[in-house]
């Protein structure tokens, strides 16, 4: 069965350091997405993405969050400039154009210092 | 139940027992309902969906229950197992412009299966 990968699984960075978050989506998904989650809260959705454009995100996400689909396959969240309150998993998603079910990776857990 | 902050409720089972877990949901225009399942350091895994014109959804060991008129979900596992535990999140639909949508998850119920 196919399934949503991230890399990397964890990732330690100084605060006001770039961070590259890549996701490989289950190859017959059109819409994509990015959820948070800070540790014991819920997931909240940072952004959607289709057809290599932005198509809604949230207040968390602001111009220090950026998303491209660089080559057809990877999914990718980019952090400018970290902040310690950026620390979380960060969950890639995606889904087909025949349903609403969004499949999930496992997760990239970010650390910020 | 729900709650905020790091104080999941937590639902404890003694294996084989029936476990019903309860979301609320805020959105009477959503449509489309799903349940997750997330064990420790994991991403949430689908467990079983339901639209807003059924009221009950049968999976393997799961139903679904929705009641639209005070806009609450439930979770029902038949025969829990100690594999069941984990923290379970529901999460709704929400569309927005260009008919494009997210969803919008509820705050989790941990749930303890005992031997």
């Known amino acids: 069965e196919p399934e949503v990968t991230q890399t990397p699984s964890h990732q330690v960075t100084q605060m006001g350091q770039e961070v590259i978050l890549r996701c490989v989506p289950i190859?017959?998904?059109?819409?994509f997405y990015w959820y948070r989650q800070i540790l014991g809260q819920k997931v909240e959705f940072l952004v959607s993405f289709y057809n290599n454009e932005i198509s809604e995100k949230s207040e968390i996400f602001d111009d220090q969050f950026s998303v491209e689909r660089p080559d057809g396959s990877n999914f990718t969240l980019k952090i400018r400039s970290t902040k310690l309150e950026d620390s979380a998993m960060y969950f890639c998603a995606g889904r087909s154009a025949s349903t609403d079910t969004q499949y999930f990776g496992p997760g990239t857990r970010l650390t910020v210092l | 139940g729900e709650s905020v902050g790091l104080h999941l409720p937590t639902l404890s089972v003694q294996e084989g027992d029936n476990s019903i877990i309860n979301c609320a949901y805020s959105?009477?225009?959503?449509?489309?309902f799903i349940w997750y399942k997330q064990e420790s350091g994991k991403g949430p895994q689908f467990i079983i969906d339901i639209r807003s014109n059924m009221d009950k959804r049968q999976g393997q060991r799961v139903t679904v229950l929705l009641n639209k008129t005070v806009k609450h979900l439930s979770l029902q596992i038949a025969a829990t197992q100690p594999g069941d535990s984990a923290v379970y999140f529901c999460?709704?639909?929400?569309?927005?412009?260009?008919?494009?949508?997210?969803?919008?998850f509820g705050a989790g119920t941990r749930l303890a299966v005992h031997p």
């Open positions: 190859s017959n998904h059109l819409y």
């Open positions: 999460a709704e639909k929400v569309v927005f412009s260009g008919g494009y949508n997210k969803l919008i």
């Open positions: 959105n009477s225009a959503s449509d489309y």
